[in-house]
């Protein structure tokens, strides 16, 4: 990572009609969360299959026993956004970012301050009614089913509550692919944060949106299969290249 790379990739960002990003898991794991699919990942020490659909339909009770278990065994409490985060929150703030598309379920980036933020995988914080969709913030939830409130319902409708979060077997939310869709084919410019690439359908949006003519600027540790199609690929820290590109971005203009 040069300054010169820098520059002109905040350049490119500054000049772009429109520019949207798109995090994966190494803007999460920044934080000091753990991943999903690594060597020493979540699903290394737990069976996925434990948080399949199917387990939660046909044994809620013992889904959300094993659910609050693994969250304050891996999560905890004190995660924070990182500078990451906070630059991706400072370029929307500056009209610099149409739209965040994230495939992490952590919050974090509302948290840091980004508004306009598609969540293709859901939300760990909040749960939903599995009834009526009504969704309600999950501390609380959590805190009923330490009490032995399993499964927890609904206190509207008195359905059965669930993370609102995709599990194994459900399909993607429709309308946050539409508009991550929808973004991708319109932009100027699409910004690759801490993701490997290699998960469907996340992993089509960047190059749709190359397809139709947009820059191509991903920064993540590691070669994706679309680094040969980027005009900027930075292979390194995302907590230092996204605080860079931000201060480059707003220096110029």
Same mark, same amino acid.
């Given at each position: 990572m040069t300054d010169d790379e820098i520059r002109f990739a905040a350049g490119a960002i500054r000049d772009a009609d429109s520019v949207v990003a798109m995090t994966g898991a190494g803007v999460s794991t920044a934080s000091g969360i753990p991943d999903f699919r690594s060597e020493d990942g979540i699903w290394q020490e737990y069976d996925p299959m434990d948080f399949h659909i199917s387990r939660f339909e046909a044994d809620p009770e013992g889904f959300w026993e094993e659910r609050v278990e693994m969250v304050e065994d891996l999560f905890g409490d004190g995660f924070q956004p990182n500078p990451a985060h906070e630059a991706l929150a400072d370029l929307e703030t500056a009209g610099h970012l149409d739209a965040l598309i994230t495939q992490n379920i952590d919050g974090l980036h509302q948290d840091a301050g980004n508004e306009e933020v598609i969540e293709v995988h859901g939300n760990g914080q909040r749960v939903a009614c599995y009834d009526c969709d009504r969704t309600f913030e999950a501390d609380g939830v959590y805190d009923r089913v330490r009490s032995g409130a399993v499964p927890p319902r609904c206190p509207r409708c008195d359905g059965l509550l669930k993370p609102d979060v995709v599990l194994f077997g459900e399909q993607l939310p429709e309308y946050p692919l539409f508009r991550a869709q *929808?973004?991708?084919e319109r932009a100027d410019l699409f910004l690759v944060v801490g993701s490997s690439l290699t998960v469907e359908p996340a992993a089509s949006f960047p190059r749709t949106a190359a397809d139709a003519g947009a820059t191509l600027c991903i920064v993540n540790l590691d070669r994706t299969d679309l680094s040969d199609r980027a005009e900027y690929d930075f292979r390194a820290d995302v907590t230092e290249v996204?605080?860079?590109?931000?201060?480059?971005?707003?220096?110029? *203009?």
């Open positions: *929808s973004l991708s996204l605080p860079a590109l931000r201060d480059a971005v707003q220096e110029g *203009s």
